[in-house]
Nanobody, 125 residues
Framework: QVQLVESGGGLGQAGGSLRLSCAASGRTLSAYAMAWFRQAPGKEREIVAAISRYGGTTYYAESVKGRFTISRDNAKNMVYLQMNSLKPEDTAVYYC??????????????????WGQGTQVTVSS
């Protein structure tokens, strides 16, 4: 098993940047594909970005492509989400998730086995 803890959320301004971190403990992170999801009030949880176990493959939702970057440091058991050019519609709770597979799959919530508790990101206009 792996335990995930997100940090780095908070209040950001439109056009600004935030960096989310996800710290993993338990089994080594390199055993998992990783992803960031988000859930806004009244909406379903949706994929933001995903990365394969060694970082060779990444995926981004259209809404964040060109603005967000997912990365990982397996030696440190960390996953990151750099968020630039923030928009008010990026406001959501952001979740780090791990999939017991080398690849991110089809970016659906049911494919991910372990989840963090979430971190709130609020973007003001």
């Amino acid at each position: 098993q792996v335990q995930l803890v997100e940090s780095g959320g908070g209040l950001g301004q439109a056009g600004g940047s935030l960096r989310l971190s996800c710290a993993a403990s338990g089994r080594t992170l390199s055993a998992y594909a990783m992803a960031w999801f988000r859930q806004a009030p009244g909406k379903e949880r949706e994929i933001v970005a995903a990365i394969s176990r060694y970082g060779g493959t990444t995926y981004y939702a259209e809404s964040v492509k060109g603005r967000f970057t997912i990365s990982r440091d397996n030696a440190k058991n960390m996953v990151y989400l750099q968020m630039n050019s923030l928009k008010p519609e990026d406001t959501a709770v952001y979740y780090c998730a791990a999939r017991s597979s080398p690849y991110p799959g089809h970016y659906q919530t049911y494919e991910y086995d372990y989840w963090g508790q979430g971190t709130q990101v609020t973007v003001s206009s």
